[in-house]
């Protein structure tokens, strides 16, 4: 199947603005949602194609038909623990689901998700109820994913921060907890959608001292 564009759910968001730029830099084809176009408008500057689209109210057909054409989905989108418990479900869980269903209307077979790695914010004072109600709605997330039959990736970084991207990160399948720039993330999805022999695979992701095209292709080996 040929690929035909990147669509990116969560267009505007932390990991997925840098993404897109990143993407049409490598003359990719990219399709990036988000609520308000406005959100998008330095992206367009730079090749990405703004979709407007709101996760929690498109249903999955309406999703599917913004979709359709592209060659694979990423999915960026998440309330990062903020807005409460409800938002956490509307965007992480049940978002994530109806992104599931509208990809396989769509017929778009490759399907990357950012999740997170299990530790990220245990570090808080007293994360509480709302950490546990993020961390099940992001499991519940993975595990549909892993069982739809599509070709997933899922991606789970430590704790995110602003820092400049060094390009340089750890990643495996089970890694040491640590810190991972937005940047590093968007850098390690750029070299997961181009390496598409990477495929049903969970893999975590810190910075660290290997480049990440060098890192990716290892466990792509």
């Known amino acids: 199947a040929k690929m035909t564009g990147i669509f990116i759910i969560g267009g505007a968001g932390g990991v997925g603005r840098r993404l897109g730029p990143m993407l049409t830099a490598r ?3 990219v ?3 988000a609520r308000r176009p406005e959100q998008l408008d330095a992206q367009r500057a730079q090749g990405v194609t703004p979709v407007t689209g709101d996760l929690t109210s498109l249903d999955a057909a309406g999703l599917a038909g913004l979709m359709r054409g592209y060659g694979a989905v990423v999915f960026s989108a998440g ?3 903020l807005g409460g ?16 269903s509208a990809a396989q209307a769509a017929k778009i077979n490759r399907f990357v998700l950012v999740s997170v790695i299990p530790d990220a914010l245990r570090g808080a004072a007293s994360p509480g109820e709302r950490f546990e109600h993020y961390m099940q709605v992001k499991r519940r997330a993975d595990n549909h994913l892993a069982q739809s039959g599509l070709d997933w990736v899922i991606l789970r970084p430590g704790t995110l921060t602003d820092k400049p991207g060094t390009g340089k990160i750890r990643a495996g399948a089970a890694i040491p907890y640590g810190e991972v720039s937005r940047d590093n993330v968007a850098t390690v999805l750029a070299e997961i959608i181009a390496t598409p022999s990477i495929s049903r695979r969970v893999i975590e992701v810190t910075d660290g001292d290997t480049p990440a ?7 792509a080996s």
Request: glycine share 22%.
């Open 85 to 100: 418990p409800e938002r956490t479900t509307a965007v992480d869980g049940e978002g994530l689901e109806k992104a599931v």
């Open 27 to 29: 003359g990719q084809g």
């Open 79 to 81: 309330a990062g623990g």
């Open 31 to 33: 399709g990036a949602m």
């Open 213 to 219: 095209p060098q890192a990716i292709s290892a466990l």
